[in-house]
């Protein structure tokens, strides 16, 4: 995987092995060197070899779980697409070719045409879920809540996800339990650990 430093802002440009549990070939080295080649400094493009990649990708990913090899990744699940060229062909993945169809995964941080439609291989999932919010604010420990989150989201049960949007003044915990909200109780009482880090509370599931 690589990663492109642009103005003080991290974009990721592309991926060598962009997910790391598959073993899948991959063109992407020949596209670093062209990269690299184009008068890019090489101090701007972030390699799996460069010292601090893990930190500049983590900085760059939302979902805390993403380096762990439990996380469903574009590169694994995504089995087809159909895609609009800029000559307005309709492309699927045997049109376009392996190189754009690892680009439109992830692998690459520009823009590769308009993709109408994805094929994937689901990810399987109990036929009930529940979803639940925890507003905090400043006043009410957000910051530190936030502090602790970045800890326990990593380590979080995969039938759990816990994100969080921070507005203003405000943090919003956004959680996915696979599971029915009935169970969701009974759940975090036996992992203590993660109402007594985050302050959930008492929960009242949204559905």
Same mark, same amino acid.
């Given at each position: 995987m690589g990663m492109l430093r642009v103005g003080g802002c991290?974009?990721? =440009?592309? #991926?060598?092995?962009?997910f790391?549990?598959?073993?899948? =070939? #991959?063109p992407a080295d020949g596209f670093l060197r062209?990269?690299? #080649?184009?008068?890019?400094?090489?101090?701007l493009v972030y390699t799996q070899s460069s010292t601090n990649f893990t930190d500049v990708l983590a900085s760059t990913i939302r979902n805390t779980k993403f380096l762990t090899n439990a996380t469903a990744r574009p590169l694994c699940i995504v089995l087809d697409a159909k895609l609009v060229?800029? &000559? $307005? &062909?309709?492309l699927d993945r045997a049109d376009m070719g392996e190189d754009l169809f690892w680009a439109i995964r992830g692998g690459g $941080? $520009?823009?590769? $045409?308009i993709v109408l #439609?994805?094929?994937?291989?689901?990810?399987?999932?109990?036929?009930t879920v529940a979803v639940f919010n925890i507003a905090k604010t400043v006043d009410e420990g957000a910051v530190g809540i936030l502090a602790r989150w970045q800890h326990v989201a990593p380590v979080l049960p995969s039938d759990l996800t816990i994100r969080v949007i921070v507005q203003g003044q405000q943090a919003m915990f956004q959680a996915l339990y696979l599971g029915?909200? &009935?169970?969701?109780?009974?759940f975090l009482d036996e992992r203590y650990f993660i109402k007594y880090e985050l302050c959930l509370g008492s929960i009242t599931c949204m559905w």
């Amino acid at each position: 995987m690589g990663m492109l430093r642009v103005g003080g802002c991290l974009a990721l =440009a592309f #991926s060598l092995s962009f997910f790391f549990s598959c073993s899948v =070939a #991959s063109p992407a080295d020949g596209f670093l060197r062209c990269l690299l #080649s184009a008068k890019i400094h090489s101090e701007l493009v972030y390699t799996q070899s460069s010292t601090n990649f893990t930190d500049v990708l983590a900085s760059t990913i939302r979902n805390t779980k993403f380096l762990t090899n439990a996380t469903a990744r574009p590169l694994c699940i995504v089995l087809d697409a159909k895609l609009v060229n800029a &000559d $307005g &062909d309709l492309l699927d993945r045997a049109d376009m070719g392996e190189d754009l169809f690892w680009a439109i995964r992830g692998g690459g $941080g $520009g823009n590769f $045409g308009i993709v109408l #439609s994805w094929k994937i291989q689901l990810v399987q999932v109990p036929p009930t879920v529940a979803v639940f919010n925890i507003a905090k604010t400043v006043d009410e420990g957000a910051v530190g809540i936030l502090a602790r989150w970045q800890h326990v989201a990593p380590v979080l049960p995969s039938d759990l996800t816990i994100r969080v949007i921070v507005q203003g003044q405000q943090a919003m915990f956004q959680a996915l339990y696979l599971g029915a909200c &009935d169970s969701l109780s009974t759940f975090l009482d036996e992992r203590y650990f993660i109402k007594y880090e985050l302050c959930l509370g008492s929960i009242t599931c949204m559905w």
